[in-house]
């Protein structure tokens, strides 16, 4: 039983860190280092964010995803301004109202299909701009991968992009799981941010193998100038900041950001095709990257609960969820306790 909980299904929040971040914290444990950030290696750690997101990226690093969506959404919105993000986004349902209630703005989903903003209702949500009985929106935020876990192509992210920036907006992405995207798409992480013109990232990595610490990357550099400021403000100033900063530096010159999404990624595909051979189990968006969403009779989800934790959804779903280190025995275990479960076991 103990192996199974450690090798759950519910979350990759779950798993472990991987071996490169541990060393990568036990060699800035060596010694003392000025605080706040004053060290070498948040100064790698920062040249190695310059490298992927290019020379106009300033990069903060901050406690959580959380934090990391606060600080951003600070730099872009205020009091009587409103942010646009997709139904059931991570900032409007599952952040404790921490935007509204540190940043000030109004959090406003937009229609969306298998979790990706609709370039229509985009639109027509801009249409309250100038009016004074409406919270002015200054905002796009893109999850990428959507809470569902699918994927906007660069061409889709184009145009949302283009949209918001015609109408004087900002963009930010929260991608808390943004390796993952990338790996799915096959492409670069710039490739699918800053160089589809995204102005603030949210970029996380606990998700993927790093064991602490996510990364606020400002990519319009006119945004930069508040952001160490209003991180101190959003109490997301880690005083013994190498230990975070550390660890993106291995994730990132070690590629450990794309090993462990696309195994995380691999992992979903298996689980998936091993899932069709399953009667009564529908899976209900496509899994493009490493999370699977399903509908099976209640009763076998209740007893599948007895021998493996994973979180409900709404509409009668529920959400499975692969990580970096989960095994092809893993997964078949999984969908045998599955069928068995189908089945009355």
């Not at 971040?21 to 003392?32: D, F, L, Q, S, V």
């Not at 493996?308 to 692969?322: A, H, I, S």
């Amino acid at each position: 039983m103990a192996e199974l909980m450690l090798r759950s299904f519910a979350s990759d929040n779950n798993s472990g860190a991987a071996p490169e971040i541990i060393e990568a914290i036990a060699e800035a444990n060596m010694g003392h280092a000025v605080g706040y950030g004053d060290d070498p290696w948040t100064s790698r750690a920062e040249e190695r964010f310059a490298a992927v997101f290019g020379p106009q990226a300033h990069t903060y690093f901050v406690l959580n995803g959380t934090g990391s969506n606060v600080l951003a959404l600070s730099l872009v919105a205020s009091h009587g301004q409103a942010v646009l993000c997709a139904e059931g986004a991570h900032i409007a349902v599952d952040e404790t109202g921490a935007p509204e209630a540190a940043v000030g703005c109004k959090v406003i989903q937009l229609e969306s299909s298998a979790g990706k903003i609709q370039a229509h209702s985009l639109r027509e949500s801009l249409s309250v701009l100038g009016s004074v009985h409406q919270a002015q929106p200054s905002c796009l935020s893109l999850s990428q991968p959507t809470e569902l876990g699918t994927l906007y192509s660069p061409e889709e992210m184009r145009e949302l992009i283009s949209i918001a920036h015609d109408a004087g907006l900002r963009v930010h992405m929260d991608g808390a799981r943004i390796a993952n995207a990338a790996a799915g798409l096959g492409l670069g992480l710039a490739d699918v941010s800053s160089r589809l013109g995204v102005d603030v990232l949210s970029f996380g990595g606990m998700k993927n193998g790093v064991a602490f610490g996510e990364a606020l990357v400002v990519l319009d550099p006119g945004l930069a100038q508040r952001a160490p400021f209003l991180r101190k403000t959003h109490l997301q100033l880690d005083s013994k900041m190498r230990f975070i900063s550390a660890q993106y530096d291995a994730y990132l010159s070690k590629g450990v950001w794309l090993r462990n999404a696309t195994a995380a990624n691999a992992a979903a595909q298996r689980l998936k095709q091993r899932l069709s051979s399953i009667p009564d189990v529908e899976l209900v968006y496509p899994v493009q990257s490493n999370a699977l969403f399903a509908r099976i009779p209640r009763a076998a989800a209740e007893r599948l609960r007895s021998r493996y934790f994973f979180y409900d959804w709404e509409g009668g779903l529920v959400r499975w969820m692969t990580s970096f280190d989960t095994t092809a025995e893993d997964v078949e275990r999984f969908a045998d306790a599955l069928g068995s479960a189908l089945q009355g076991g």
